[in-house]
């Protein structure tokens, strides 16, 4: 079967809007944070354990995907960049790149994973349980990394291309698989097995499969938007490319979930209650963080396409708008979010110290979600201008310099948890500095263009 690409002298269209492009994204993670709240409530019924260790088991997954959270910055990048030019033969070249590298380094990050997951989990310092479930989460999740794999590239290219509407709709469908899983095989329904923490994380991993595979469908039957790319599309300037844009944003997630096992092992001093406390908290304000990733991602598509078009004014007037309208949506949100958060933790799990710690955790959050918003919308800005090493910097410098170093601090002075989770604040001025001081300044415009000539020199 022969696919036909777009030819790339066809006229461009018009760029979609930022909220064209962020309304999608927003509802397809506003409902994976619903998942996720109605995941924590089902789980929570367990015990505050149960919740620790899928926590637990979430962050060592997350943390391990750094890679793949690599090869798609570069995949952004690039595609985005490339649609933006109406080279979309080159776009369809580098999804296609992508998606095979991406699913060789899936495999080989699945083997630890599976051999060594208990020896992974018990980095955290928790008690002999919760690490026992968090180890049993993390190796049933991980026979579905290829199918991660596929929904983050394939999702990516699409979202590069300006179709944010596609990974959406394939994402309400991804979700009602999960819940319906999650609500079935936790506490055992309607004739399944009771598998607990287990259940959950087969849930997760079907639901991947599920979305794995209408991406597979979609792709290789010219359904969607990016083409298939050829046999040719495999070159090592393409791979070099890809790791020159990507590896910075690859380092700088291995650095966040470093931090952050970091800043979670100090947290874990304190009891299993205020762990689980920062799980429920997360969770719950994910609906906000959900919003900021929106924008971080009609950002860094428009910052990619308005410079392949050679607008880099269009660029620089699409992230200073899409900072703001995330900022006043996250505020928002945040706001509605603090004023029922003893309702909301309490719905959540019945467990009184967790409950409080949860609200104050939910109370210092809110008091930076302008600050979160610039680290959202401005770091995806300049990831789809391909200046992913200055975000690796702020993650640096933010995260583990300044939340672990405060919040080690706090812990060598005997201060209470509740100083562990303010570090949070710190953190998010630092880098809300740092990233508007770089997207001001303008450098990341010509960040890409000098890469490619170096390309192009070795190609030559």
Known sequence: ?????????????????????????????????????????????????????????????????????????????????????????????????????????????????????????????????PTRRAADFIQYLSVFNIAFSIN???????????????????????????????????????GFPAMGIVGAAIANGVSFAVGGLIFLYLYYTNRMRVGVGGPNSLTRVRVRQLVHIGYPAGVEQFVFQIGFIAFLWLVAFFGTAPYAAYGVGVQILSISFVVGFGFSIAGSTLVGQHLGAGDPEGAVSSGWRAL??????????????????????????????????????????ALVQPLMAVEFTLGGCLRGAGDTRFPLMTTMIGLCGVRVGLAAVFVLLDFSVEWIYAALIGDYIVKAIMLLYRF?????????????????????
């Open 324 to 365: 703001a309208m995330a900022i006043g949506s996250m505020v928002a949100l945040s706001i509605v979010i603090a004023f029922f958060a003893n309702e909301i933790a309490r719905y959540l799990i019945d467990d009184d110290e967790v409950v409080r710690l949860t609200v104050v955790f939910i109370y210092i959050m």
């Open 1 to 129: 079967m022969s696919h036909v690409l777009p030819d790339v002298t066809e006229e461009v269209k018009p760029r979609p809007g930022i909220w064209e492009l962020a309304w999608p994204a927003i509802l397809s993670n506003l409902l994976f944070s619903v998942i996720g709240i109605v995941t924590i409530k089902i789980v929570g019924s367990l015990g505050a354990e149960a919740v620790a260790a899928v926590t637990t088991g979430h962050r060592i997954f997350w943390g391990l995907q750094a890679t793949l959270m690599a090869i798609s910055a570069g995949t952004t990048a690039l595609v985005a960049r490339s649609w933006g030019a109406g080279d979309h033969a080159e776009a369809a070249k580098v999804t296609r790149v992508s998606l095979w590298l991406s699913n060789a380094v899936a495999i080989v990050l699945m083997l630890p994973c599976i051999f060594f997951a208990y020896e992974i989990a018990s980095v955290f310092g928790l008690d002999e349980n």
């Open 440 to 460: 001001h300044g303008g450098k990341w415009q010509h960040v890409f263009s000098d890469s490619e000539e170096k390309f192009a020199r070795l190609q030559s």
């Open 152 to 190: 983050m590239i394939l999702g990516a290219a699409l979202r590069a291309t300006g179709d944010t509407k596609t990974p959406l709709w394939i994402g309400v469908v991804t979700n009602i698989v999960n819940v319906v899983l999650v609500y079935l095989l936790v506490h055992g329904m309607s």
